[in-house]
């Protein structure tokens, strides 16, 4: 016996750079994701052409169909004055998305840019930006959001424009602290040396790479405030019935806890619709 | 390197005083600037049934007729000694009415903090110690399960299964013992979510490092890693976390004493938003903001106490130094 | 510090080596078609060796090879979803099939472990003696205070100078030297029959490696220990190892005794990996060189870079420190000129300063005779157009979000030069010129291997037709395989276009097989200059000295240690 022995036989072995992968495909994404996209598009398309997916009325009920447990003919039983519970989480879901939609647009505007002038343009602009963050970080975000809905007047827009401020300080963090990882990669020194501007670095380098994660934050935030927003909009600070809001759906419903699917059916629709952001969010973050 | 721990202490305090008082002067700015006049609005509101006199009466009272610079200037200086004016809605001092409700506040809060910390240290140690398909297929699940369901929707099931199914407790006695865990239970879940993540996210950070390996190398078994190795420096970033944790059970509170009928903070947050009742407002806002900054001052000033490899420089936590090769060694290291 | 030396240090004999006499025949480690895979990835496929007992094996290999995965399975550390199957014997006994439970009492006592990189291989939370602890808990039956005594008598053993001290230490308070030396001391302190070193040296200095790598044999020889080497240097395998085994995708594609497969490799793979190690074929590129080489004689080359007197200071936690002191070299044009030096030595701050990145306290630097120092940005420029930079880690020198058809005319649309379909064409020409194809155009840096990732680099920095690239470690991400193609690219470009090169390196066999003129940098000063040869065959100061003699060199290093039972064991397997 030698003390070495060979066993395996001298073979070409395969090339695995052909194995290198493209940066995602359909084919690799796991079911779970592919069942939050397509939860979250049924949701998009509910609150852009909700008439679709219902005949039913969402404001004038039946009342002598009042509080029917869910059925073939209403998938989600009936309310106290005799609406389909369904039709009214359908025709709400436009009023909760779109004002998630403001939140998230303000957050990401305003909090983005302090974010990335603090972070690219440092000095003082960064001190007096930071301080602010911190002043926003101190307040709790839903008494935040509370002290400014009351301040602007109680209905849904003012409830989403309140959510936003209070998610400002997030965007603003995540963002600065991109900029600074990203301003000190070796890609943008190489682009200064190769005659980029401050302007034109920042703007096709460092943006383009700090966003990513800005973006994975957003749909977290989007999640989020559906969350903020339905509280609100269960403590009354939204728009009164006969809107429909989620939160306010189920702020109704928590006076009929006899008949459970009043809060159980638009809380489901709320947690799924949340839970699948999140898992979008998380899938974002790992094919990054 | 004492010196260098009281720079940073000091630095920390400087800070966190301008923080409390920049949070008062933004808090002020956001209600006295914004549109809605609380006077129009609440004052003269018929239901209210004020008098004209009993209206001029109160602006006096209150100093709404000065310019708004005094009107700061007077607010700040009287949040500066602990007095925050006088109720709009009820003529009461705020400290009055927020001293007779914080008690309750703090009972439910601290009871949801204990929970949230009972479940996130359960479900870590689920992630790690239960059989694979249990551990990683549901107990995994949890954190963003539970941050995507809305505070008060848990309140509700909790009342729905454990109040009528059950009997538990009475919706009526909202403060009986268990109400109040209830209560916790459901003010405690969302933010277990929070504590959990980051404790599972540094367990598999910490145990795919190559000292866990090395150390498994060495004949140590996954208990004694897993408590002599993993434990500290993946808890230790937590107590940040927990810190930072404090707004979002006041927050919580707010909700949950709603949907449990307590009377409390959020109770009181309720009632003068509804009623537009600034000072009250600016009270409890200044408050959340004092007790955020306390408690993270706290945190700030025990981490590098806790963690060896936080060397404090110059007043600030020293960051990892760039790849430049011009960095000199760390004052104090040994060189070989 | 030359006389902490681990040599230096007079060890106690192995008395605590067990039952020395009664030595059960048969090889101590026996690897049978083992296969490792992760899902549906295998990337170990049908490997066996043996491991003599007081033997050494290296297993060679780049990276991807599935060398460490190897060196994980016989210690039963696979990370998470690893696994593995077929044989591994240790000691005659099956070890893979064994519970968690049965195995681990091998782990440490039998079968200790050095890790590749010692700044991540002990908790940074706790002292290095409470884990130390950890090991010596191991020893049977010993008090407390004996087990400290043992911990502290290992850590002289193994040349760490004041035990007591590195004992209370966390790890982020010792260097890297100092660790590995921590770690090995840890791994021998139970005193294993086998050790299975990770890459104990790639990532040390390279002085620091010779004296971890001697620290390593003397042990073995001691205290009588097993060595399965994992390296990714052939050089060193050789110098260290009785047999090796070379692995290339996760198969073995040779195996033999040192000598044999060093001196007529068999395989077409381990001949080129003997090829591209540059310490190994000091005259590999003469051919390439020559012209650079006649430049300098006949006195063509004017002088293209020429830094005079710079100094530059740095300010580091309140304390002054001299990042660059006095320093003065001249690059002739259509030459490669060296900067050598081991890390803090000060060559990456000289090139910044050159490059106008850091402004220098006093001194000169001039390219193509125009003033680098105290210029605008604006006035950089016009410099700048001249002078390429190409980085050490093409994984973080190249916008991951830009496809290389953006990257690469950058500098074209920076500079405004020529039209769009000018620009193109220039991209296209540039790319070629270092034998990148069209199709990649469209990719984005994630898409490519390193290899093309710094050859991408390297036709950002060519695009804009410069008379000098300053080369910052180029090669040094990069396996040996793909360094050679790279500099292949490098040498052939400046055999063509009679670009002048400053090539920064701590890889002196590198340097000796593609540089011309020479600097030696030590603590922020050049200590020594002159032609290739001159340095390499006769260096005047002792620093050059210890540098060249820590080049691995192959072979040469066996003699200076001939191993005990090295004939002992040779007849053992011959009888076999």
């Known amino acids: 016996m030698s003390v070495v022995s060979l066993s395996s036989a001298v073979q070409a072995a ?15 994404m796991s079911p779970t994701v592919a069942l939050a996209l397509a939860i979250v598009t049924l949701v998009i398309a509910w609150s ?25 003919a209403h998938w989600f039983g009936t309310d106290h004055l005799g609406r389909d519970v369904y039709a009214r989480v359908v025709y709400g879901a436009a009023s909760s998305v779109t004002s998630a939609l403001i939140a998230v647009v303000i957050g990401v505007a305003v909090g983005g840019l302090m974010g990335l002038l603090a972070g690219f343009l440092g000095g003082w602009v960064d001190t007096v930006l930071a301080r602010l963050v911190d002043i926003l970080l101190a307040i709790p975000r839903f008494l935040l959001a509370v002290i400014v809905v009351t301040a602007l007047g109680f209905d849904t827009v003012n409830t989403a424009i309140a959510t936003g401020v209070s998610a400002v300080a997030v965007f603003a963090r995540v963002m600065r602290a991109e900029v600074i990882k990203t301003r000190q990669a070796t890609f943008v020194e190489a682009s200064f040396l190769q005659g980029g501007s401050r302007w034109y670095v920042l703007w096709r380098h460092v943006l383009p790479n700090a966003s990513r994660s800005v973006l994975t934050l957003a749909v977290l935030q989007f999640g989020l405030s559906i969350l903020v927003i339905a509280s609100l909009a269960f403590l009354g600070y939204g728009d009164p019935p006969p809107a429909s809001d989620w939160g306010l ?31 979008i969010s998380r899938w974002l973050r790992e094919t990054d | 390197m004492r010196n260098a721990y009281l720079r940073y202490a000091g630095i920390r305090l400087v800070q966190a005083v301008v923080v409390v008082l920049l949070a008062y002067l933004f808090t002020f700015v956001v209600v006295s600037i914004l549109p809605g006049d609380p006077v129009t609005n609440v004052l003269r509101d018929p239901q209210n049934g004020f008098t004209e006199e009993q209206i001029k009466t109160i602006i006096a009272a209150q100093g709404l007729d000065q310019p708004i610079s005094v009107q700061l200037w007077t607010s700040l200086s009287g949040f500066l000694v602990g007095d925050f004016g006088v109720s709009m809605r009820s003529t009461r001092p705020v400290t009055t009415l927020i001293a007779e409700v914080l008690p309750s506040t703090l009972i439910l809060a601290s009871a949801g903090l204990a929970v949230a910390l009972l479940l996130a240290a359960a479900i870590a140690y689920g992630t790690q110690f239960l059989p694979k398909r249990l551990g990683q297929g549901i107990v995994r699940a949890f954190p963003s399960l539970f941050l995507s369901v809305p505070g ?32 916790a239970v459901a003010l405690g ?36 890693l897993f408590a002599k190795h993993l434990l500290k420096p993946s808890s230790l970033p937590v107590v940040t976390v927990i810190a930072l944790t404090v707004g979002e059970l006041l927050g919580g509170s707010l909700i949950t004493e709603t949907v449990f009928g307590r009377t409390g903070i959020g109770s009181l947050v309720q009632r003068s938003a509804a009623a537009q009742d600034l000072p009250v407002l600016q009270a409890v806002v200044s408050l959340a903001a004092v007790v955020f900054v306390l408690v993270n001052l706290i945190a700030d000033l025990f981490y590098p106490l806790l963690d060896p490899r936080l060397k404090l420089v110059g007043g600030t936590e020293r960051r990892p130094t760039s790849a430049n090769e011009s960095a000199a060694p760390a004052p104090g290291s040994v060189t070989g | 510090m030359a006389a902490r030396d681990g040599l230096s240090v007079t060890l106690p004999p192995a008395e605590a080596s067990p039952e020395p006499t009664t030595r059960p025949s048969g090889p101590l480690l026996r690897v049978d078609g083992l296969s490792v895979s992760y899902g549906p990835n295998e990337v170990v496929t049908d490997v066996g060796f043996a491991l003599g007992r007081g033997e050494s094996l290296a297993l060679i290999g780049e990276s991807g090879s ?61 002292t290095i003696g409470a884990q130390a602890e950890e090991s010596a808990a191991l020893l049977d039956g010993t008090d407390q205070a004996l087990r400290t005594g043992r911990i502290l008598e290992t850590f002289a053993q193994v040349g760490l100078d004041d035990p007591r001290r590195v004992y209370d230490a966390y790890p982020h308070q010792l260097s890297g030297g100092m660790l590995q030396r921590v770690l090995i001391g840890l791994a021998v302190l139970p005193r294993p029959a086998l050790l299975v070193a990770d890459e104990p040296t790639s990532a040390l200095d390279v002085t620091i490696q010779k004296r971890i790598l001697d620290l390593l044999s003397r042990l073995r020889q001691d205290l009588d220990i097993s060595l399965l080497l994992i390296t990714h240097d052939l050089a060193i395998a050789a110098e260290r190892a009785d047999a090796l085994v070379v692995l290339k995708d996760g198969l073995v594609q040779e195996a033999g005794r040192t000598a044999a497969v060093f001196a007529s490799p068999a395989s077409a793979y381990a001949r080129k990996l003997h090829a591209d190690v540059p310490a190994l074929n000091p005259d590999r590129y003469a051919g390439l060189r020559a012209a ?39 690059v002739r044009a259509g030459t490669t000129h060296a ?149 292949e690219v490098l040498l052939t470009l400046q055999a063509d276009l009679g670009l002048t090169y400053l090539f920064v390196s701590h890889d002196l066999a590198l340097v000796r097989q593609l540089a011309h003129t020479v600097s030696v940098m030590h603590r922020g000063r050049i200590v020594e200059h002159g032609s290739v040869s001159d340095i390499f065959d006769n260096p005047r100061q002792a620093y050059t000295a210890s540098l060249l003699a820590a080049v691995p060199s192959g072979i040469a290093e066996r003699a200076r240690w001939p191993h005990p039972r090295f004939e002992a064991v040779r007849n053992e397997a011959c009888v076999a």
């Open chain 1, 14 to 28: 395969p090339d695995r750079r052909s194995a290198l992968r493209p940066r995602w495909s359909p084919l690799q």
């Open chain 1, 48 to 72: 852009l052409a909700p008439h679709l997916f219902t005949s039913q009325d969402p404001v004038n009920g039946v009342p002598a169909h009042k509080l029917l447990g869910p059925s073939t």
């Open chain 1, 249 to 279: 759906l189920i702020a109704t419903g928590k006076d009929y806890l006899r008949w459970p699917w009043l809060v159980y059916a638009p809380a489901f629709v709320t947690i799924a619709t949340v839970l699948s952001l999140n898992r």
């Open chain 2, 152 to 183: 008060f929707v848990i309140g509700l099931v909790l009342i729905h299964a454990f109040g009528f199914q059950l009997g538990l407790f009475r919706v009526i006695e909202p403060d009986s013992a268990w109400a109040t865990v209830f209560a």
């Open chain 2, 189 to 224: 879940i969302p933010i277990s979510a929070q504590i959990a993540e980051v404790l599972i996210a540094n367990l598999d950070h910490e145990s795919g490092q190559e000292y866990a390996a090395v150390a498994r190398s060495r004949g140590l078994g996954r208990v004694r």
């Open chain 3, 66 to 126: 599935g060398k460490s995965t190897i060196a994980r399975s016989v210690l039963r550390l696979l990370p998470r979803g690893g696994h593995a199957t077929g044989r591994i014997e240790f000691d005659g006994q099956e070890v893979l099939g064994l519970s968690e439970r049965r195995f681990r009492p091998l782990r440490g006592r039998a079968i200790g472990f050095v890790p590749q990189d010692p700044g991540n291989a002990l908790n940074p939370v706790r």
């Open chain 3, 292 to 330: 650079g080489f006649r430049r300098l004689e006949t006195g063509a080359a004017v002088p293209k870079i020429e830094v005079s007197a710079v100094t530059k200071t740095f300010t580091v936690d309140g304390m002054a420190l001299t990042a660059v002191d006095d320093v003065s070299f001249t």
């Open chain 3, 339 to 487: 900067l050598v030096g081991e890390s803090g030595s000060g060559k990456t701050t000289t090139i910044r300063l050159l490059l106008g990145l850091d402004q220098p306290d006093t001194g000169d630097i001039r390219v193509a005779g125009e003033q680098v120092t105290g210029r605008s940005h604006e006035a950089l420029r016009t410099v700048r157009r001249h002078l390429q930079l190409i980085y050490q880690n093409p994984f973080t020198s190249l916008d991951p979000t830009w496809k290389v058809e953006g990257l690469v005319r950058e500098p074209l649309d920076r500079f405004r030069i020529g039209t769009r379909d000018e620009r193109a064409v220039r991209v296209r020409e540039a790319l070629a010129d270092v034998g990148l194809g069209e199709h990649l155009l469209a990719r984005r840096p994630d898409a490519l291997s390193g290899g093309q990732r710094q050859r991408v680099a390297i036709a950002r920095a060519l695009v804009l037709k410069p008379d000098v690239i300053v080369l910052d470690e180029p090669t040094s991400a990069l396996d040996v395989s793909v360094q050679a193609d790279i500099v």
